[in-house]
C-alpha cells in the first residue's frame, strides 16, 4: 500500500472512530492539527508520512474522555497500522508521538523525541490557541458544566499532572494554566512565529473579557 493510500484509509478509520466526538476533539480538530502539521512540515526535514500519520492519529482516543486511561490512544492506533501492514518501525515512532504529545498540566518529561514529534507537538498546540482555541476552551468548559470565570478563585500555573487532569476551575483559568503558556513552549520556528499571532489573539481577547465583565465597554 502506498502512503496516499495508507493516508486515505487513516481519515476514514479517524472519521468513524471520532463520530459524535465532543465538538473540541472531533474530526475537525485532527483535521486542523493535520493541516498545520503540514504546513510545518515544509520547512522542515522530517518523515512526511509519520508526521501525517500521527497527526491523524495523536488524539484518537483522548484519556480524558476514558476514565484518564492513557494507553487506549496507543493501543487503537497500534492495532489499526497492524491491520494496514505498516512496518514496525513506523508504528511505534507513531505510538511515541500520541505518547508523548499531551501538555499534562506542562511539567511533564518527554520520553521520547524526534523532529516528527516536534511538528505534531507543535500543530496541536496551534490548535489550542487563537480563535479557535478560545472557541475550543469554552466549548470544553461547557462541556464539563463549569463557570466562565469566578474572581475568587486564582489559576495555578505549576501543577501536576495528576492535578491538571482532575483541575475543575473556570475556564478563564484554562488560558493561565496553559494556553497562554503554548507560545514559549513550541518546538519549530514556523509553529512559534504562528503561535505568536495567535497568542496576541487571545491577549486582546482577554482584555476584552475582562472589560466587559467589569462593565466598562
Known amino acids: 500500500m502506498n502512503t496516499s493510500e495508507l493516508i486515505h484509509k ?70 489499526f497500522l497492524e491491520a494496514e501492514n505498516v512496518s514496525e518501525e513506523i508504528i511505534q515512532h507513531v505510538v511515541d508521538i500520541i505518547e508523548n504529545i499531551s501538555y499534562k498540566g506542562g511539567n511533564f518529561e518527554k520520553k521520547f ?19 479557535i482555541g478560545v472557541a475550543r476552551a469554552f466549548n470544553y ?39 497562554l503558556l503554548l507560545k514559549d513552549k513550541m518546538n519549530t520556528e514556523r509553529g512559534k512565529q504562528i503561535a505568536s499571532e495567535r497568542h496576541h489573539f487571545m491577549e486582546y481577547f482577554l482584555a476584552q473579557f475582562y472589560a466587559e465583565w467589569e462593565g466598562v465597554k
Open 141 to 179: 468548559g461547557g462541556f464539563k458544566n463549569r463557570a466562565l470565570y469566578d474572581p475568587e478563585i486564582a489559576p495555578v500555573t505549576n501543577m501536576t499532572k495528576e492535578e491538571y487532569k482532575k483541575n475543575n476551575a473556570p475556564t478563564i483559568n484554562h488560558f493561565y494554566e496553559k494556553l
Open 10 to 79: 487513516t481519515i476514514t478509520f479517524v472519521k468513524e472512530k471520532l463520530n459524535n466526538a465532543e465538538g473540541g476533539h472531533d474530526w475537525f480538530h485532527i483535521e486542523r492539527v493535520y493541516k498545520n502539521a503540514l504546513l510545518i512540515a515544509k520547512d522542515t526535514n522530517c518523515n512526511l508520512e509519520i508526521v501525517q500519520l500521527g497527526a491523524l492519529l495523536h488524539d484518537i482516543a483522548d484519556s480524558k474522555f476514558h476514565n484518564g486511561d492513557e494507553s487506549i490512544g496507543p493501543k487503537t492506533a497500534r492495532a
Open 113 to 131: 523525541s524526534s523532529v516528527e514529534l516536534d511538528i505534531v507537538q507543535d500543530a496541536d498546540r496551534l490548535d489550542a490557541i487563537g480563535a
